[in-house]
């Protein structure tokens, strides 16, 4: 073998565990991938990726370009949605989904108009002179997801790699039996997937680009030592052998890195990066030809189906057209499966869509994959154990999935699992062990959901009580400022009012002090009166003059509507003293203070 500066063979570790389970791919992959007529309508559902579903951006009766944007990514983690081929918007309502539930789901239908019409593209052939985060919207824009089944959005994968990534390493596995879509694409595409790994390598920082890949695909492994050399892109080739599950990315790093990604670690943690080779291929279509996903490589296989083989099949294509274009005799069929035998679930409904995650559809017939037989107790023979290539305890989990003992589960490291299906595949029992730790994971999922939204009804409670709270402190200090000042206020007028109630005193002892000075001279009385008598009348007169000009000040405070006849009393006596009047006023007053005194002398003390 001639040696290449640009390829690098490397050492192979392993991992615990794992199985050797009849591989079926022969059947799929001996002939080239074909590309599936376009359909009438096609079904695209707004959730056929991980987090939060996409929203419409058309209407009813719109028409739309091929690779033209019709939902929109809402959120962090959600991708855009694409038109396939060109036509028009028929329905946005819920249609059938491939998922266990069987549930409905949104989604938007588009009629071809057979035209298949891109809209205008923008290819970047200088994409290196954009700049990273150019790239990565454009990666977002694209609607790209991981295609390896996962369907995580691959702009977030790459934005939220904070730590210093060393390795880009491509998931070329493809270990679970009959599904051969990567090793197809492999071998026919092996350029692109370069092209798509230097972008991400770019995007990354890598230094190395390495390569995972089974020694079952000879074929692929020299596609890709010729596109390296046409290319003159570096690669690192690890070859491991051919085990089940392999493919696993904590697996395969294991295997060509020989370290081990931790509980509740991220392989970015380690400095690694790993993609699928469909993504890849993938991102180079978007990012150089401004192509977005609009669709992907199929494998149809089975015993049931007359033309195994790969299929170009565009997103949103009902299940059933691809199966008809490839021949599967449905009376032979006992179920459709959507992935693997040993991670793939079984459709519930034929009109549901091809999706962004669709590796495969498995159509064996019931003596090629026998239906389930009614599991039996487990007799703890451990074969469980050592198939389980995350060296967990799959019998202490099943016994905690069984009896809901959540916690016990999860101190048994149940989120570890990868699901790979390794032990149930050589449990003796036949028990479900997979279904058991899905439902264990559903559970749990569900009650801590149910307790970050009982956490948040919790804080927005105390939030509205604190808000509350300071509202009516808010409420109370207004008060006590309008307090303070109105006691300001009245302690002003008070003080006014005590300043003007003096010069009022003041007023009436002076005015006291001139009808004392007047009294003898207008009060003559007949000289027959005794001096005793006259000096006892001018006492009397003296007190009850003051006695009134009391009154007086008194009225001022307490009784207003009093105010003004006194008032007009003393200025009388005040004003008109001089006048022809002032010997019969004086007279006058005279005569009332006399009664008052006599009133006052007969009524009896208390």
């Keep these: 073998m001639i040696r290449s500066q640009y390829i690098k063979l490397v050492d192979t570790g392993s991992f615990p565990g794992g199985i050797h389970p009849v591989q079926h791919k022969a059947e799929s992959n001996s002939s080239p991938i074909a590309t599936l007529p376009v359909p009438t309508t096609l079904w695209l559902p707004l959730a056929m990726h991980l987090g939060t579903p996409a929203e419409p951006i058309v209407q009813i009766g719109d028409r739309v370009f091929k690779g033209e944007l019709i939902a929109a990514a809402k959120g962090l983690v959600s991708a855009n949605i694409h038109a396939p081929t060109s036509g028009t918007i028929q329905a946005i309502e819920p249609h059938a989904f491939a998922h266990e539930s069987g549930f409905a789901q949104p989604a938007i239908a588009l009629d071809s108009d057979g035209l298949d019409q891109w809209r205008v593209l923008e290819p970047w052939p200088d994409w290196r002179s954009r700049g990273i985060e150019p790239v990565l919207e454009r990666i977002r824009l694209g609607g790209v997801t991981g295609l390896g089944g996962a369907g995580f959005p691959t702009d977030v994968k790459y ?21 051969t879509a990567d090793d197809r694409l492999m071998r026919e595409r092996a350029e692109e997937i370069l092209r798509g790994a230097r972008i ?3 995007l990354l920082g890598a230094k190395t680009i390495l390569i995972g890949i089974e020694d079952n ?26 085990k089940y599950p392999s493919g696993g990315e904590k697996q395969l790093i294991q295997l060509v890195l020989g370290v081990e990604v931790p509980h509740g670690g991220l392989p970015s943690d380690l400095g690694i990066v790993c993609q699928n080779v469909g993504t890849l291929a993938q991102v180079y279509r978007t990012v150089e030809l401004d192509e977005p996903l609009i669709s992907r490589v199929t494998t149809v296989t089975g015993a ?30 006992d179920r459709v499966i959507m992935g693997g035998p040993m991670m793939g679930f079984v459709v519930p409904d034929l009109l549901a869509p091809v999706v962004k995650s669709t590796n495969c559809l498995l159509v064996p017939t019931k003596k090629e994959l026998p239906p389930a037989l009614p599991d039996n107790p487990c007799i703890r023979c451990g074969l469980c154990e050592q198939a389980c290539p995350v060296s967990l305890l799959p019998q202490q989990m099943l016994w905690s999935a069984k009896n809901r003992q959540l916690d016990t589960a999860l101190l048994h490291s149940l989120n570890d699992c990868i699901e790979c299906g390794a032990c149930a595949y050589v449990c003796p029992s036949r028990i479900p062990l997979v279904q058991y730790y899905r439902y264990a994971k559903g559970e749990i999922r569900q009650e801590n959901e149910e307790t970050v939204s009982a956490e948040r009804a919790r804080v927005r409670f105390e939030n509205r009580q604190k808000r509350l709270e300071h509202e009516q402190a808010e409420k109370e200090a207004k008060r006590q ?21 003096s010069e009022k005193n003041e007023l009436i002892a002076a005015t006291l002090e001139r009808v004392a000075a007047k009294k003898p001279a207008a009060n003559q009385t007949p000289t027959t009166m005794s001096l005793t008598e006259l000096a006892t009348a001018a006492q009397a007169s003296q007190a009850k ?9 008194e009225a001022e405070i307490n009784a207003p509507d009093m105010v003004a006849a006194l008032k007009k009393a003393t200025g009388k006596l005040e004003e008109k003293h001089l006048s022809t009047e002032a010997a019969y006023q004086t007279a006058l007053v005279a005569a009332e203070m006399v009664a008052a005194e006599m009133v006052a002398a007969d009524t009896p003390k208390s």
Excluded: D
């Design 545 to 553: 003059f003051a006695k009134a000009a009391g009154r007086l000040a």
């Design 304 to 333: 049931a189906v007359t033309q195994p083989g790969n299929y170009q099949v565009l997103i949103g294509t009902p299940i059933e057209v691809l199966l008809n274009h490839a021949g599967v005799q449905m009376q032979k069929a």
């Design 481 to 501: 400022l309008r307090a303070a000042a109105a006691a300001t206020a009245l302690a002003a007028k008070t003080a006014a009012e005590g300043q003007a109630g």
């Design 217 to 242: 695909k000879p074929e692929a492994i020299a596609a890709f030592r010729a596109a390296a050399e046409q290319l003159q892109v570096p690669i690192e080739l690890a070859i491991v052998p051919t």
């Design 159 to 179: 934005r939220n790699s904070q730590a210093v990534i060393r390795t880009l390493l491509i998931n070329a596995a493809e270990c679970e039996p009959y599904i």
């Design 200 to 202: 991400c390598q770019w």
